[in-house]
């Protein structure tokens, strides 16, 4: 699964070179180009790199291979990207254009998250399509969670949102997932609407965190779809879907430093196990490998 986005094959002609050359850094820079690390990081980690082989005085690329590593490493571990879901309830708002893979990744952060035990309610909060509240429902079944629906179309989404955090104090459940509309022609309304979900959610209980979600497939052009999120949800994780479907690794790294906002998960596959925690070490591995 890693193949696809994982840099491997195309820096495996650079490391089985005997020396670190001119050719090393053309092949380096476009490896890094293309799998999405945008220009500045690309930029940034050859010097560095160059820096460091110069340095060092090494002409091995086996060295490259550790210091490039190491240097993407460093660049990760600016960020903290554990999913901070203490509280009881734990609330999470879910966030994102519609199409991204927001009801799919629901589901599966469910299931994620009934691997750890933990109960989890989903709250319908995007109200405006009944078949997207359908759609919703039979993803939160497959995660193993519970569904608090609108009572009619069109209902407030705020007052679903409500409704939600009730059932989970009610009920004990632990972990509240709501989701959010993604209708980007009503941007003003959408942001007005996230504004008052937030607000009266915060009447009940803190929320823990807001996740945008992104596909990686339109890389940063999706970034500039979901500014407002950026701009006026109070994001605080970003979800990364459609991973498998990219040769985009880089991508993960450059959104990270461009919104400033870690990212929280991974979405690598339309199954209901195919959302992972985002360990920097272990990307980064697969990435270089
Ligand atoms: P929403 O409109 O944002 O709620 O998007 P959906 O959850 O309905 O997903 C849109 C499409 O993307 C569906 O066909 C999903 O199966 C697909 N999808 C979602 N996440 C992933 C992923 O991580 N990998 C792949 N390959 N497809 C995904």
Do not use: C
């Not at 940034?44 to 490039?68: C, F, H, N, S």
């Not at 590593?69 to 960020?79: D, G, I, P, V, Y």
């Amino acid at each position: 699964m890693a193949e696809r986005w994982s840099l491997g094959r195309a820096l495996r002609g650079m490391f089985v070179r005997p020396q670190i050359d001119e050719n090393t850094w053309d092949e380096l820079e476009t490896a890094l180009i293309t799998a999405d690390f945008g220009p500045d990081i690309t930029e940034a980690v050859i010097e560095d790199l160059r820096e460091k082989v110069a340095r060092y005085g090494t002409t091995d690329p086996a060295d490259l291979q550790r210091m490039l590593r190491e240097s993407l490493e460093e660049r990760f571990a600016r960020f903290d990207t554990t999913l901070k879901l203490t509280e009881r309830p734990a609330v999470v708002l879910v966030v994102g254009v519609n199409g991204v893979g927001k009801t799919t990744t629901i589901g599966k952060f469910a299931h994620f998250l009934r691997r750890y035990g933990r109960s989890i309610v989903v709250g319908a909060a995007d109200t405006f399509r009944a078949a997207a509240v359908d759609q919703l429902a039979t993803w939160a079944e497959r995660g193993g969670a519970a569904i608090v629906r609108p009572q009619h179309e069109g209902q407030d989404p705020a007052s679903v949102a409500f409704q939600t955090i009730s059932y989970a104090k009610e009920t004990g459940t632990e972990i509240v997932l709501v989701d959010t509309a993604g209708r980007l022609h009503t941007k003003g309304g959408l942001m007005d609407e996230l504004t008052k979900i937030r607000r009266v959610i915060e009447k009940q209980a803190p929320i823990s965190e807001v996740l945008l979600v992104l596909d990686a497939t339109t890389g940063q052009n999706g970034v500039k779809q979901a500014e407002a999120f950026l701009q006026h949800a109070g994001v605080t994780g970003l979800v990364i879907t459609k991973l498998d479907g990219s040769a985009k690794g880089g991508f993960v790294l450059s959104v990270q430093e461009r919104t400033g906002i870690p990212v929280k998960l991974l979405g690598q596959g339309e199954g209901i196990g195919d959302l992972t925690g985002f360990t920097p070490h272990v990307f980064v591995e697969q990435l270089v490998s």
